[in-house]
């Protein structure tokens, strides 16, 4: 039978079901079909395709290829979008020809019926569906490639549908957003395993050092709180070299190197301290009582031992080479301390290429001293500024320190701090000092512009 007579018979047949369905009766089934070859379509169950639905109950259609589901009834119309094959379809019950409208997703358009056949109602399912991308794929804001991107979903990546559709679009929730995809770079896949809950994790974990944390695994990330050695913290995940932690008063990322298995002291320096004798930290006045307002036995020098006698309201009884007698606890330190070594190749080094370019802005460089972990180490230097507090002081202070970042690889710089700001070689960034968690050992000085090093440029070099 030709195609066109084809047509022609299974339109007439249909026109004979639609006759019987409108008075009432039923349009007769096996009675009415001719012998079923091989090469050609049952009339019977062409007739009962092309038969209307009536009021009381929805069709249902499933397309056997990819399909336009079109504007109007004809190839003459635009398309709304692509219908992959197996795609189940609602029939409103209106035709026009070979064509039928039916409702896809929010969409009611026009499919050719040659690539439908009938199909029960979709089951309705409760569980939400998820779907693993194909490729790195956009999440957008609306169903088409004329909105914007929310951004990149990479390739493997599993998200939640929302059940929503529109033409070839699916609607997808991933992290917080909610957009839209285009479903053939996505595929039907189980539920990602649950991410473990923030606080759950009882890997402890001890700083084994002065670091920092940031708001990615990067260190090109903003930088957030410093911790010191020995501060207790809760690893939450790992990424790659990185670790997610819970720290006091923040969470961020940290080089998983910089964590320790087992607890840790912070001591400001690895000397263990001592609870016979006292160091000085500084030159420092030994006075007959525990109060300025005595009189001085004379100065001791930074880095004397003195045997501690007694203690009380902040002051410490002393034997020291100018007698027995008092000395205010913030000068002192219980951390024995060693003769300075001679000043690292590489700081000296730094320190005549600044006085080469920056020497008439600072009066003076203090390097070897004790009460320092880098000084004491011969990487330490202080610039003292001239005029610190003024304008032009400040300005110079800058100026020397851009020149300390620009030419650290060439001088090895491994940190600057000025102006309470303290800049890190590890990720080339400016950050709060006394605010950002660093300069713990300072606490016992007190806060002053000394200690928030307004009066100076302090740098510490790096030593293989």
């Known amino acids: ?3 066109r007579n084809q047509l022609f018979t299974q339109g007439a047949v249909a ?93 009611t358009g026009w499919a050719a019926s040659e690539y439908l056949r009938a199909t029960s109602a979709p089951k309705k399912s409760t569980a939400v569906k998820y779907a693993k991308t194909t490729a790195n794929l956009n999440l957008r804001r609306g169903a088409g490639t004329r909105y914007s991107s929310w951004g990149i979903m990479k390739k493997g990546t599993v998200v939640a549908r929302t059940g929503r559709t529109s033409g070839a679009w699916w609607q997808v929730k991933h992290g917080s957003k909610t957009g839209w995809a285009a479903s053939e770079y996505l595929r039907a896949t189980g539920k990602p395993a649950a991410t473990p809950r923030p606080g759950t994790s009882t890997a402890i974990r001890w700083f084994a050092g002065s670091q920092a944390i940031y708001v990615r695994p990067t260190f090109a990330s903003k930088r957030l709180q410093a911790f010191t050695k020995g501060m207790k913290a809760t690893q939450l995940r790992t990424s790659g070299s990185w670790s997610y932690v819970q720290a006091p008063g923040s969470r961020g990322w940290i080089p998983t190197r910089d964590l320790s298995k087992k607890a840790t002291r912070y001591t400001g320096s690895t000397i263990l301290p001592s609870s016979s004798h ?75 290429k600044v006085k080469a370019n920056y020497g008439r802005t600072y009066s003076s460089v203090g390097t070897l001293r004790n009460g320092s972990i880098g000084h004491r180490l011969g990487v330490g230097s202080d610039f003292m500024m001239r005029g610190w507090s003024t304008s032009p002081g400040i300005r110079n202070g800058n100026a020397l320190a851009a020149y300390l970042v620009r030419h650290r690889a060439s001088l090895d710089i491994d940190y600057i701090i000025w102006r309470d700001r303290i800049w890190l070689r590890q990720d080339g960034q400016w950050g709060p000092y006394s605010q950002g968690g660093w300069g713990r050992h300072l606490n016992a000085r007190g806060w002053n512009a000394t200690t928030m090093h307004y009066d100076h440029v302090h740098v510490e070099t790096l030593v293989d």
């Open 1 to 3: 039978m030709s195609f």
């Open 15 to 107: 026109s004979v079901a639609l006759a019987l369905v409108a008075a009432g009766g039923a349009p007769p089934a096996a009675a009415a079909a001719p012998p079923a070859t091989t090469s050609s379509v049952s009339i019977a169950s062409s007739a009962a395709s092309l038969s209307l639905p009536t009021a009381a109950k929805t069709r249902y259609a499933k397309t056997t290829a990819n399909l336009n589901l079109r504007r109007g009834a004809g190839t003459r119309y635009s398309s709304w979008g692509i219908m992959k094959k197996g795609t189940v379809v609602a029939r409103t019950g209106r035709t026009s020809g070979a064509w039928w409208q039916v409702k896809y997703g929010r969409r």
């Open 278 to 352: 006292r160091w000085a930290r500084y030159a420092s006045n030994v006075r007959t009582g525990g109060s300025t307002s005595t009189r001085s036995l004379g100065v001791v020098p930074a880095g004397e031992m003195m045997p501690l006698l007694s203690g009380r309201h902040g002051w410490s009884r002393v034997k020291t080479s100018k007698g027995t007698g008092w000395i205010k606890n913030t000068l002192l330190t219980n951390l024995a301390t060693k003769a300075p070594p001679h000043l690292q190749p590489v700081t000296a080094k730094m320190i005549k």
